[in-house]
């Protein structure tokens, strides 16, 4: 599986940006989006089932943040809005063959690049 991740940018506090990711290669069950600060662990933001649409979202990305798919363009958003400043980051994009949405680094099989999201105060 390819993944590859792009609309990531430097936005200002209170704004908005949308990430995508385009999955390639093979057939898989579910997308996450994690994210990466520097010195800081990767975290879970958010992650959506291939098959059900069923989503996940971690507790602080809870109505900023919506996971959504299409399926024709083997495609997965990331709407974000009200950024704030501890949400620049490197967002990642995993797909994961298991069923169900996981949410942890672990439950996903492959990676892709990333894009940055800088939001300025």
């Known amino acids: 599986v390819q993944l590859q991740a792009s609309g990531g940018g430097l936005v200002q506090a209170g704004g908005s940006l949308r990430l995508s990711c385009v999955a390639s290669?093979?057939?898989?069950?579910?997308l996450g989006w994690f994210r990466q600060a520097p010195g800081k662990e990767r975290e879970f933001v958010a992650a959506?089932?291939?098959?059900?649409?069923?989503?996940n979202y971690a507790h602080s990305m809870w109505g900023r943040f919506t996971i959504s798919g299409d399926n024709a363009k083997n495609t997965v958003y990331l709407q974000m809005s009200s950024l704030k400043p501890e949400d620049t980051a490197v967002y990642l994009c995993a797909a994961r063959n298991a069923l169900g949405v996981g949410i942890w680094t672990d439950d996903y099989e492959y990676w892709g690049q990333g894009t940055q999201v800088t939001v300025s105060s």
């Open positions: 959506i089932s291939w098959s059900s649409s069923s989503t």
């Open positions: 290669g093979r057939a898989f069950s579910a």
